[in-house]
């Protein structure tokens, strides 16, 4: 199976920008579909955004605009780029894959807090 490892969470103010990274320790083509969820304090973890070579890309009403996410499988990346951040967008991002074949890979989540 193959391991998705998040990165580039951290602190940032209101408005500001953060660009998270997963990286995947084998080729990203094994993928259909690639995403993120969040998941806030005392909240479930709720999808963001994905990108489907099946079904396009898709992103939750509260991030439009505002998030981008893509793929790079020469790198075995995916990446978002988040602008324009609220303090609602704060939570745990957990970056995950669907395989043509196999189950759900989840990598280990990064912290994004927006806060002055």
């Known amino acids: 199976q193959v391991a998705l490892v998040e990165s580039g969470g951290g602190l940032v103010q209101p408005g500001g920008s953060l660009g998270l990274i997963c990286a995947a320790s084998?080729?990203?083509?094994?993928?259909?579909?690639l995403g993120w969820f969040r998941q806030a304090p005392g909240k479930q973890r709720d999808l963001v955004a994905f990108?489907?070579?099946?079904?396009?890309?898709r992103y939750v009403d509260s991030v439009k605009g505002r998030f981008t996410i893509s793929r790079d499988n020469t790198k075995n990346t995916m990446s978002l780029q988040m602008n324009d951040l609220k303090p609602e967008d704060t939570a745990v991002y957990y970056c995950?894959?669907?395989?043509?074949?196999?189950?759900?890979?989840w990598g280990q989540g990064t912290q994004v807090t927006v806060s002055s």
């Open positions: 084998g080729s990203i083509d094994i993928f259909d579909t």
């Open positions: 990108t489907s070579r099946s079904s396009g890309t």
């Open positions: 995950y894959g669907d395989p043509f074949v196999g189950g759900r890979s």
